[in-house]
């Protein structure tokens, strides 16, 4: 691959974690921007386009100053037709960036280990299809595979001709793919149980509950790697055929 996946990290302790990789074996080469540390959001991602997760509010464009930057890319990188991959505020950007809505989540915050039901559309769905279910591997009951979650805000209206994969019980827009090339998740393939733990350490929960959360997602580490691996390699194969 000549060009380089572009990687927007919004916090050091929001990385690639898994994807790194994931993605590197799968033959993708990445370049990681970090706003937070002053470097600027490219005008174009010509190969690829990976928008990662963080703690601000996808609206926050004063709080975090190159949102609307990375918004104006991800829309451009859809335009273009290029590979992109939005995760939790990055699935978040690209709703607003597409003209849908992103809300404070009514139902309250989502963490931990959360079950994801892929819809029918996912079956023929070139990352979505990747999941265990639908390549022979075991999962869930009806389907359904387990992922990392962990968002106060939620997308409330899809944009225009987005196409739902998958649902879940707290909120049920947790991914979706707008044209051929571009999806949205807003759970976190990528949360290695390190990753997680680092977000549960010193925040509003319970010391106890924490625990609790962190222990159940590094039991899950395996199944984890199981489950999204796959749809790593299927988004790293898009970027190679680029």
Known sequence: MGER???????????????????????????VVRPYKGEPVPGRAPAGLLVLGGAAAAWDDEGYGWLPATRDLLARAIDEGVPTL????????????CGGTVERGAAGLEIGLGEIEPLPAAAADPLLSALPGSSGLPALSGGRVRAVQYHYDAMTAL??????????TMYPNQ?????????????????????????TVGG??????????????????DELRRTWRPLAEAFAALLTRS
């Open 175 to 199: 991914a979706y793919r707008l044209g051929d090339r571009a999806w949205a998740v807003q759970f976190h393939p990528e949360a290695t149980p390190g990753i997680f733990a680092s977000w």
């Open 86 to 97: 939005g995760v939790c505020l990055g699935a978040q950007l690209m709703t607003m960036a």
């Open 5 to 31: 996946l572009i990687v927007i990290e919004h916090e050091a302790d929001a990385g690639l974690g898994f994807f790194a990789g994931w993605l590197e074996a799968a033959g993708a080469e990445v370049e």
């Open 159 to 168: 944009p225009e001709g987005a196409v739902r994969l998958a649902t879940g």
């Open 204 to 221: 509003e929960l319970p010391p106890e509950r924490a625990a609790e959360l962190n222990a159940q997602v590094e039991v899950a580490e």
